[in-house]
């Protein structure tokens, strides 16, 4: 074992209370987590303090709850690894110091369980949402997140095929009618993506998930305040993030007149050589010039 791999050992059995255990050659150890260190209420209750989810979970921080799935137990190692240590976790963040010699942190996987459920996927064309909610049970809600969008735009990729073979058997070229027709379809998948989304996030407890914030390891506060719930919270001033937001502005300008600049050009030579030059080739200049411009 390594000098690394022992101090990272150490601080999990400091800060979690759990032992390790070597796995003979491997130069890292395996970490065990007892199901009354894995099972633990703290995330459900941050849950439920930031609406996420309805009803308090009751029992403590300290309370053993049998998770609902597969997937809430990895979550659960997770956030005793990767939380910080007034949070209850053990605060190691894989790149950032001093855990440069972490490269990533992965729960190990119930392999059985992940060939049986690929076994079952490979026989369908179409999910149901029985296959989202077993998608969800073993890969969490992100993964199951991913297939229910990839199906959803599949499936609605029908009109734009065969609305473009329409257009381009019966159509003119730049037809205005086939633009409106992709420009509705795209509001109306994203409005039915909206929906879709928002009934699965209902489904799975997950709605106002993504506005909880969470500090990256690189992120530098000035000062920390406690707000009216007493949580504390890390304060980086407004004026300084709009300031250096706003160092772009200079490049974005330039681009433009750069850009700009470009397309007279371009339309100057075209100008000249459809008017004035009367040589070889005429007509393939004017067309490839007539290309680039558009």
Same mark, same amino acid.
């Given at each position: ?20 255990t ?11 987590c007892?199901? $009354? #260190? /894995?099972? %633990?209420?703290?995330?459900r209750?941050?849950? !439920? ?9 009751? =029992?403590?921080?300290? $309370? ?6 597969? *997937? ?39 392999? %059985? ?50 609305? =473009?073979?329409? *257009? ?19 509001t ?23 506005? /909880? #914030? ?15 719930? %007493?949580?504390?919270r890390?304060?980086?001033?407004? !004026? ?15 681009? *433009? ?20 030059y009367?040589?070889?080739y #005429?007509?393939y ?5 007539r290309?680039?411009?558009?």
């Amino acid at each position: 074992m390594t000098k690394h791999c022992w101090y990272l050992c150490k601080r999990l059995e400091t800060c979690l209370a759990i032992p390790f255990t070597s796995p003979g050659t491997w130069s890292c150890p395996w970490t065990i987590c007892p199901s $009354t #260190k /894995l099972t %633990g209420n703290l995330y459900r209750v941050k849950d !439920w303090l930031y609406a996420i989810t309805k009803n308090h979970p009751g =029992g403590t921080a300290k $309370t053993v709850v049998s998770a609902a799935f597969e *997937a809430e137990d990895l979550l659960s190692m997770y956030h005793l690894v990767n939380w910080r240590k007034e949070l209850g976790g053990a605060g190691i963040t894989p790149g950032f110091p001093p855990w440069e010699n972490v490269t990533s942190i992965f729960p190990l996987h119930n392999q %059985g369980a992940n060939r049986a459920l690929l076994a079952h996927l490979s026989t369908r064309v179409f999910l149901e949402p029985a296959d989202l909610d077993r998608i969800r049970d073993l890969w969490g809600a992100k993964v199951a997140f991913y297939f229910a969008f990839i199906q959803t735009y599949f499936r609605s990729l029908a009109f734009p095929c065969a609305a =473009g073979i329409f *257009a381009w058997a019966f159509l003119p070229k730049y037809s205005l009618l086939f633009a409106l027709l992709i420009g509705v379809w795209c509001t109306v998948f994203l409005e039915y993506w909206k929906i879709k989304q928002t009934d699965l996030a209902i489904r799975w407890n997950t709605r106002g998930v993504g506005d /909880l #914030k969470v500090n990256r390891p690189q992120f530098r506060y000035e000062q920390e305040i406690i707000d009216s719930a %007493g949580r504390v919270r890390h304060v980086f001033p407004r !004026w300084k993030r709009i300031v250096r937001q706003l160092v772009v502005v200079p490049f974005v300008l330039i681009s *433009a007149l750069f850009l700009g600049i470009l397309i007279a050009f371009v339309f100057t030579i075209e100008t000249f050589i459809g008017e004035a030059y009367e040589g070889p080739y #005429k007509f393939y200049l004017v067309s490839t010039l007539r290309n680039v411009a558009e």
